[in-house]
């Protein structure tokens, strides 16, 4: 069996600095005005029809935390935040260390099951492995099933979901998808996407990163599959670039109020795109993350601008 590889994801410690450096409005525990006065932008999921907010949570690292209180306190207003603010969706993965049992335990105690869309992955493993790992997921995230289960990290164009469809069957999840966060497995997850036809496909998209756009992104639309993005803010590079500079004044054309809205809108307005799920540990990140979602998104345009000025920036 091929030796697994997980998320390189990183923190992004500047980015605190980055939205006050852009004259971010201060945002605060209950939702400030601009965040009541428009509902957050959905899209549908193709199978299916239902609608899902285009701004969800991703939890590699920043729901890896043990028992301590007050980080526990902290991610428990993340997920709080995100349904206030008009958001469901929740990913992450049984590979993902503690992550899955914090987000159980968190929506258990604030008894927010009801309203969160889980998603969650389970690894190429064989057969029996991989019901025990989705199993223990299961147990760990307190529901007896999910919104999304995922096979994480497809590098096999061959690959066969057939396992996930007797899951999805018997109940055990209402949507099923594939995921990658590397560029040099998009050939295989295009195909796999091509050729099973998955409710979900997850990749790594950012606006310094847009391989997907050549393969990944036609193809999840061919097959007719939603699409989510991982790694939206470039494992943390596009913060260290727009360090202390200011948000450009036309990017108030398409409602953006801080870099993160910036980088995050440009991914949600293309029209593959279904949502984005940036991590975060603060309640106020999250917020601005939901921002994304509200107010005017950019069109064909607009987005080639976009690039343009990150390009000269780099």
Same mark, same amino acid.
């Given at each position: ?129 991989? &019901? ?21 990290? &497809? ?47 997850? &990749? ?37 670039? &727009? ?72």
């Amino acid at each position: 069996m091929p030796k697994l590889r997980y998320h390189p994801f990183r923190h992004h410690p500047s980015r605190r600095d980055v939205i006050a450096g852009a004259g971010a409005l201060a945002i605060s525990s209950a939702l400030p005005a601009w965040a009541q006065d428009t509902a957050i932008l959905k899209k549908k999921i193709p199978h299916g029809g239902e609608m899902l907010p285009v701004v969800g949570l991703g939890t590699a690292i920043v729901f890896n935390i043990g028992e301590d209180a007050a980080e526990r306190t902290q991610r428990r207003e993340v997920l709080e935040t995100l349904v206030a603010g008009g958001g469901s969706l929740v990913d992450t993965a049984s590979s993902y260390g503690r992550a899955e049992g914090v987000v159980g335990d968190l929506a258990a105690e604030a008894k927010l099951r009801d309203k969160l869309f889980i998603a969650t992955k389970v690894r190429v493993l064989d057969k029996a492995s991989s &019901v025990d790992e989705f199993q223990r997921s299961l147990k760990l995230l307190r529901t007896p099933k999910v919104d999304l289960l995922q096979l994480h990290n &497809v590098r096999d164009p061959n690959q066969s979901l057939a396992l996930y469809r007797e899951w999805k069957a018997q109940g055990l999840c209402r949507y099923i998808g594939i995921t990658t966060s590397f560029d040099n497995d998009h050939d295989a997850v295009a195909a796999c996407a091509a050729r099973e036809k998955p409710d979900f496909v997850q &990749v790594n998209y950012s606006i310094n990163d847009r391989e997907c756009e050549a393969r990944v992104l036609p193809a999840a639309k061919d097959a007719g599959a939603a699409v989510l993005c991982n790694l939206p803010f470039g494992r943390a590079s596009l913060f260290k670039l &727009v360090r202390g500079k200011p948000l450009p004044d036309w990017a108030a054309e398409f409602d953006a109020k801080s870099w993160g809205q910036f980088f995050l809108k440009f991914l949600i307005s293309h029209e593959a795109v279904t949502a984005v799920i940036p991590g975060t540990t603060k309640k106020e990140h999250m917020l601005d993350n939901l921002g994304a979602g509200r107010g005017r998104l950019p069109d064909a345009g607009m987005r080639k601008r976009m690039v343009e000025y990150i390009e000269k920036l780099g």
